[in-house]
Structures are given as structure tokens and as C-alpha cells.
């Protein structure tokens, strides 16, 4: 039950090697889903239903299941389908790394896209009839008024997102990838010691939460210069 | 005069927020059936005032005393003084989950531990006497803001209380609410029930007032009977107080 | 489709396993978010202090990572203590149901804890006010007017809290408890059908959330209905 704290600093190369891969997933998998999200919620506010309904249902699965699962359902389902096993998507999905990405970024995507729609639906109505007063088209306002003060209105929410995400990528170990916690759980399998390596593993990951916390207060400390 | 010693008596009693000087040097004395108006104007330390007499506010120097109790720190005489004072507050403050009859017979039940069906009544009648007998099943949300502050009237009433304190009951009213509610509060008074309102209602001072206070920058300025004091103020600050009300 | 017929039963028996787990954690989440919120509101700066640690820990580590330390630290200890009385042991631990359903409510808990807190932060004053100058004690005031108001301030939070909680025990099949993901991976091995198994499991949590969501609706609806019938 003794402590080990050279342990500790012997599995410190290796846990940095799976930081360099947890920070790339972290990276990846956030741009990539934040960009689809936009996408996402402009057909989800979209009066067409053609439009938005696909978009709900998306939105209600990836936000109704695990991540764990979803993440089993593309690694180790998908290569059950036929075409995907023989044809040119093959390439992708038989690598643990882009699967772990892929599942992810849907994730992101999903979430991202519902935290986007709050912030557009908290946007006050009176601004927005006032640019119309302007003569403003529909297209314009939504750049110049809906967005800008949707996007600070989703800040706070969007962040303890990007939290999460960076959470989720511990999962990533599952599929055997070598990330912080796929390193770790590697190392304890070996040394039978889970409170040094773990805890270590845990200090990285809080670390990194709290760079991310503090790099969007300051984010949000900037957009606050002009009125609430 | 009187031959009982007052049911409420403020000595010497000081309040600070931190460093501002809320109450200087109070000094009141109120008879059992007196009706006490309290008006000055806002920031003048009125609510503070009566927020002390049932210790929603620690006084820090000089000595409260309601009912024969000295007011202390100590949670439980604050507790045996609130049981005895009842308060109306300017936002109404019924709890908005609670059914207008389950607001009355919420406190009657935890603290003067009265059956479900004694509690029932004693609100139903209470009810009935400030006119919304009819509202007993509804939420207070569905009210208007004067049904609502007659509720709360009902509500304190039902604790069976020595003294009403008012705390500006009709400020947050509009003005067609208002009468409904003042007319409650007077047959109070000719009832009997010993009150202190603080309120800019002089036409309601003039009326059923025994006392006014006028209170500015934390003391009482002066205190009289409504004729003397409307007619013939004593002090400048007053005077000009009462313009400002009357000509508005 | 045969092949999920053929291992219904499995499933059915993983479902109750995993609705067994959500409310075992529900309960501890609960006792974690009270005590955590009034911890944060007391005046003590040491339970401030531990409240904030609590928090932080749970809120910045993967939920993932927390299991294992729990399930497999507390394994290790219990190993260790266990040998120093039998050398013959070879391995001990908590039942992984359990440490599971420890491991998931000390993440939930964590977030159950802010939102108790804003929701007891956001009870009007002049209610509590009330109901002291009705005379009411302090503990009456607590369990009859600041309990029912903070639990209909915390209810839309903590709907979100309960979707995340029962997502959560999906990880509990890491360490070997026996819920539909567990059942999927069996049945996998059997009928290498892994994307019908997988999909499948997506279904039953999908149909778990939705009843999550339509229960909070309905509770929703019956606490608010004051609220409602103003307007």
C-alpha cells in the first residue's frame, strides 16, 4: 500500500506520449464537430422540415446514447456491413484513431449544434425586428445581429462542452488507442500500482480542464467589452 | 395614563449596514391597540425600523422589546417574538407553490401545531373576513396583486398575533388594488389590532392613525397625532416631506 | 433480427441491471448534492473548502478515469489488506456494481451540487423572510419552504443530470458488470454480429432516455402547475 513515487516518474515519457494523442483526438474532434455543428443548427432553425426534421433525429440519438456505445457501434459494428468492409471507406474505419475521431466529432456535433440553437433562440426578439426595421434582409441579420450575440450567449454552455469532450476522450482507450488513459490503464495492467499512474493520468486531465476553463473566460472576457 | 406596561418599546437602538448608520438613537413606545404610521422618505430606515421590532434585523445597539420578550440574537426568542407579530410585506412574498389556503395554514400548523381540519377553518374564515373566500383552491399566481396582498393579510391573521406590522403594503399595487387593501387594513384597525404601518398613504394616516412617525436619515425626525402633525409639522424636513406627497 | 431475438432475455436481464444501477446512483447523487450545496453556502471555510475540491475533481476527471481509480484502487487496497491476513489471497475487490454505482454518483453528485447550489441561490428572499416572521424554525423554514422551492428551481438542471447519469452506466461493462453492453460484447463473440448487437444497445438506451425525458416532463408539469395556471 506504500506510495511510489518513482513510478510515478518512470511512466512519465509514456504518459506524455499518450498526451500528444489524447491533445491531437481533443483538437480533431472539437474543430471538426464545432464545424459541422454550424452547419447543423442552420438546418435545424431551418422552417423547412425536409430540413430540420433529419437534423432533430440525429440530434436526439447522438444525445440519447452513450458515446461509449456509439463509439463500439462504429469501431467494432461497422466492419460487419459489407460495403464498408470491402469498399473504399475501409481505409478509415480499420484505423481505431479515426473511428475514436469520427465518434467524437458526431458527438460534438450533436451537442454543439443544441447549445448553438439556445444561444439563437435567446437572441431578443427586438433586435431582430429592429434590423428588419432597417430594411435588412433575413440573411443579413442573421450575420450582423443573430449570430454575434448567439455565439456570446452560448459561450458558457459551449465551454463546460468542450469539457466534456475532453472527458470523452478517455474513452478512446477502449478501442485500443494509447491515449492519457489507454497509457495509463497499459501501465497499471503491467505494475498492478492503479493509484500512482491513475492519479497521475488524473492530474494531466485536470490540468488540461483547467487551461481550457481559463482560456475561455478569457475568451469571454474580451467579447463582454460591448453591452450585455 | 397607561397602566399596562407597551406591548412594543424600541430604546436607544442603533443599526448599521457595515458602516452606514441605519437606525440612530430609535426611541418608541407603542400602546396595546395603538395604530402607529410610520412615513419619511425612501432610504429613511422605516422598513428597517419595523424589520428590527420581529427581528428580521438584528438591532446592534439599545433594546427591542415586543410582548414583554427583550429581543437577542438567540433564534428561539426571535422565533417565540415572530409568533406573536404578524408582517405584510410590500412583494407579498405567499409562497407561490402553496394554494392560498395552504399559505394560511402552513405556519398555523408547524408552529401553533393545529390539526389539518382547525387550520382549514380558522384560514376559510379568514378568508371570508378579507373577502376572497371564493380564490381558497387557486395558486397565489392566479391572484391580482391586491388579492394577493389581502391573502397575506389573512395569512399573518391567522397566527392570531398581538401586533401587525406593515411594511409598505401597498406600494407594489396598482392604483385600482389599492383600496381593497387599505379597506382591509382599517377594519383592522377599528377592530382593535395593534398596528404599525409604515406606508405613504396619508389619507389612510389621517384616518386611523393614533401616531405618525416621521423618520429621515435613520431617526425620527418628529411624532404626533395626524391633526398636529399634518396641520402644524414641527421640523423643515417634514414640512417639506409632506409636500412633496400631497402634491402628487 | 434473429440474432436479437435469440439473445432478448440477456438484454432484458442487462436492462434491469443498468436500472438498477441508475437509481442505487440516483440516491447517492442526491445525498452528494445536498450535502455539496450546503457545503458551499455554510459559513465553515473548511467544508467550503471541500465541497470546492470535491467538485473540481469530479467535474475535471473523465468519468471513465474516476471508475477505474475507484474500482481498481479500492481493489488494491483491499487486496493488500486481505493478504496481510491470508498470503494465499490473490485478488479482492468491491463488488463492480457497486464501486460502479459509487464511481458514476460522485461525477453526477459533483454537478447535482452546482445545481442545488444556483437553485438554493435563486429561492426569493422575501419568501424565506415569510416565513420567519410566521415564526417558523429555522429547520421548518428549511424543509418546508427551501426544500420545495430550490427541488423546482433544480428540476430542469438536474433532468439533464439524470440523461447524463444513465448514460454513464454504460461504463460500468470496463469492469465487468453485467449490463446491456456487457450483454452485446457476450453475444458478439457468439454471432459475430457486432453492428446489430452495438445498434441494439444504442435502441435500449435511447428508449431509456426517452422515458427519462417524459417522466421529467410530467414532474415538470406538476411542479410548475402554479406557475401555469397564472397564465
Known amino acids: 500500500m506504500t506510495f511510489d513515487g518513482s513510478l510515478i516518474i518512470d511512466s512519465l515519457p509514456r504518459l506524455m506520449d499518450g498526451l500528444w494523442i489524447t491533445l491531437r483526438l481533443y483538437v480533431l474532434a472539437l474543430t471538426c464537430g464545432t464545424t459541422l455543428a454550424i452547419a447543423l443548427v442552420l438546418m435545424r432553425i431551418s422552417s423547412k422540415k425536409y430540413l430540420s426534421w433529419p437534423v432533430m433525429g440525429y440530434i436526439y440519438f447522438f444525445r440519447g446514447t452513450p458515446i461509449l456505445v456509439q463509439l463500439f457501434i462504429i469501431y467494432y459494428g461497422l466492419p460487419q456491413l459489407e460495403f464498408i468492409r470491402t469498399g473504399p471507406l475501409w481505409t478509415f474505419f480499420r484505423e481505431p484513431f479515426f473511428c475514436a475521431w469520427f465518434a467524437l466529432t458526431l458527438n460534438v456535433a450533436a451537442y454543439t449544434a443544441e447549445i448553438f440553437r439556445g444561444g439563437i433562440l435567446g437572441v431578443n426578439s427586438g433586435l431582430v425586428e429592429a434590423s428588419k426595421a432597417l430594411g435588412m434582409t433575413y440573411t443579413q441579420t442573421f450575420r450582423k445581429v443573430t449570430a454575434p450575440i448567439a455565439f456570446k450567449l452560448s459561450l458558457p454552455a459551449y465551454s463546460n462542452e468542450m469539457i466534456s469532450v475532453l472527458k470523452a476522450t478517455a474513452l478512446a482507450s477502449t478501442v485500443t488507442i494509447f491515449d492519457v488513459t489507454g497509457v495509463a490503464r497499459k501501465i497499471v495492467a503491467e505494475t498492478f500500482a492503479p493509484y500512482e499512474i491513475f492519479l497521475s493520468a488524473a492530474i494531466i486531465y485536470l490540468v488540461l480542464a483547467w487551461v481550457i476553463q481559463n482560456g475561455v473566460r478569457h475568451l469571454e472576457r474580451r467579447i463582454s467589452r460591448y453591452a450585455n | ?248 | ?231
Not at chain 2, 376559510?124 to 387557486?138: C, F, H, P, Y
Not at chain 2, 382593535?192 to 405618525?212: K, L, N, P, Q, Y
Not at chain 2, 398636529?228 to 400631497?246: G, S, V
Not at chain 3, 453528485?109 to 420567519?132: N, P, Q, S, W
Open chain 3, 1 to 231: 433480427m434473429q440474432e436479437i431475438i435469440n439473445w432478448s432475455d440477456e438484454f432484458l436481464a442487462g436492462a434491469m441491471v443498468i436500472i438498477q444501477l441508475f437509481f442505487v446512483s440516483l440516491l447517492m447523487v442526491i445525498v452528494w448534492g445536498l450535502l455539496g450545496a450546503t457545503a458551499k453556502l455554510s459559513n465553515s471555510r473548511i467544508a467550503r473548502g471541500i465541497a470546492n475540491g470535491f467538485t473540481v475533481l469530479c467535474r475535471g476527471i473523465p468519468e471513465f478515469l474516476l471508475l477505474l481509480i475507484v474500482y481498481f484502487g479500492s481493489a488494491v487496497t483491499l487486496t493488500n489488506i486481505a493478504r496481510s491476513w491470508d498470503p494465499e489471497i490473490r485478488f479482492m475487490d468491491i463488488p463492480p456494481f457497486w464501486a460502479g454505482a459509487f464511481a458514476i454518483s460522485l461525477v453526477i453528485g459533483a454537478y447535482a451540487t452546482e445545481t442545488f447550489r444556483g437553485a438554493f441561490l435563486g429561492i426569493d428572499k422575501g419568501l424565506v423572510e415569510a416565513a420567519k416572521a410566521l415564526g417558523l424554525t429555522r429547520f421548518q423554514v428549511f424543509w418546508r419552504l427551501r426544500l420545495p422551492m430550490m427541488w423546482r428551481l433544480a428540476l430542469p438542471g438536474f433532468g439533464n443530470h439524470l440523461l447524463s447519469l444513465l448514460k454513464d452506466t454504460a461504463l460500468v461493462s470496463v469492469i465487468g458488470v453485467q449490463g446491456i453492453l456487457f450483454t452485446a460484447q457476450q453475444a458478439t463473440t457468439v454471432n459475430h454480429k457486432p453492428f446489430t448487437m452495438y445498434l441494439t444497445v444504442a435502441f435500449i438506451f435511447l428508449a431509456l432516455s426517452t422515458v427519462i425525458v417524459v417522466t421529467m416532463k410530467c414532474i415538470e408539469k406538476y411542479a410548475y402547475r402554479h406557475l401555469e395556471a397564472a397564465r
Open chain 2, 1 to 248: 395614563m397607561p397602566s399596562k406596561p407597551p406591548i412594543i418599546s424600541l430604546k436607544s437602538v442603533h443599526k448599521y449596514f457595515g458602516t452606514y448608520h441605519a437606525l440612530r438613537n430609535i426611541n418608541l413606545d407603542v400602546e396595546e391597540g395603538q395604530k402607529i404610521v410610520v412615513c419619511g422618505p425612501s432610504g429613511s430606515g422605516k422598513s428597517t425600523m419595523i424589520r428590527c421590532v420581529n427581528g428580521l434585523e438584528q438591532h446592534d445597539e439599545g433594546d427591542i422589546t415586543v410582548n414583554g420578550h427583550m429581543m437577542t440574537t438567540d433564534e428561539k426568542t426571535g422565533n417565540l417574538i415572530r409568533q406573536e407579530v404578524g408582517m405584510v410585506f410590500q412583494s407579498f412574498n405567499l409562497f407561490p407553490h402553496m394554494k392560498v389556503i395552504e399559505n394560511l395554514m402552513m405556519a398555523q400548523r408547524m408552529v401553533r401545531k393545529k390539526t389539518k381540519a382547525e387550520a382549514r377553518d380558522t384560514g376559510m374564515k379568514l378568508l371570508e373576513r378579507v373577502g376572497i373566500s371564493a380564490q381558497a383552491d387557486k395558486f397565489p399566481g392566479q391572484l391580482s396583486g391586491g388579492q394577493q396582498q389581502r391573502v397575506a393579510i389573512a395569512r399573518a391573521l391567522c397566527m392570531n398575533p398581538k401586533v401587525m406590522l406593515f411594511d409598505e403594503p401597498t406600494s407594489a399595487l396598482d392604483p385600482e388594488m389599492i383600496s381593497e387593501v387599505l379597506e382591509v387594513m382599517t377594519e383592522l384597525a377599528r377592530e382593535g389590532m395593534t398596528m404599525i404601518c409604515v406606508t405613504h398613504e396619508m389619507g389612510f394616516a389621517r384616518s386611523v392613525a393614533d401616531r405618525i412617525v416621521f423618520m429621515d436619515e435613520g431617526e425620527i425626525v418628529e411624532a404626533g397625532e395626524p391633526e398636529t402633525f399634518f396641520a402644524n409639522p414641527e421640523h423643515n424636513r417634514t414640512r417639506k416631506f409632506l409636500d412633496q406627497i400631497i402634491s402628487h
